[in-house]
């Protein structure tokens, strides 16, 4: 079992930079075998923002490539998503994902709370 708390979001002009932090308890993050960062707009669908494996490898969706960067500080055991450039359209609850595959082979799976990040334009 792994919790996580999401901190960081605000309310913030377009052009503005974020950054939020995904601080993981009862579990270290070494031993999550990916971590990542969704969001979910206003009557939309919750979509996959950014990933980082337990070895550092980091993954993004086109729409965060070059604006967002995902990174992990093992001894914080945190996970952070820098986000600049922001947009109006990156207004969305962005909440914590971790996954892993237990000793019983089972998949697990869980989130944060999020957190509201909001562009004004």
């Known amino acids: 079992q792994v919790q996580l708390v999401e901190s960081g979001g605000g309310l913030v002009q377009a052009g503005g930079s974020l950054r939020l932090s995904c601080a993981a308890s009862?579990?270290?993050?070494?031993?999550?075998?990916?971590m990542g960062w969704y969001r979910q707009a206003p009557g939309k669908q919750r979509e996959l923002v950014a990933t980082?494996?337990?070895?550092?490898?980091?993954n993004y969706v086109e729409f965060a490539k070059d604006r967002f960067t995902i990174s992990r500080d093992n001894a914080k055991n945190t996970v952070y998503l820098q986000m600049n450039s922001l947009k109006p359209e990156d207004t969305a609850v962005y909440s914590c994902?971790?996954?892993?595959?237990?000793?019983?082979?089972?998949?697990?799976?869980?989130w944060g709370q999020g957190t509201q990040v909001t562009v004004s334009s």
């Open positions: 009862r579990r270290s993050i070494i031993n999550i075998d990916v």
């Open positions: 980082i494996t337990s070895g550092g490898r980091a």
């Open positions: 994902n971790a996954q892993w595959t237990d000793w019983k082979n089972d998949e697990r799976n869980y």
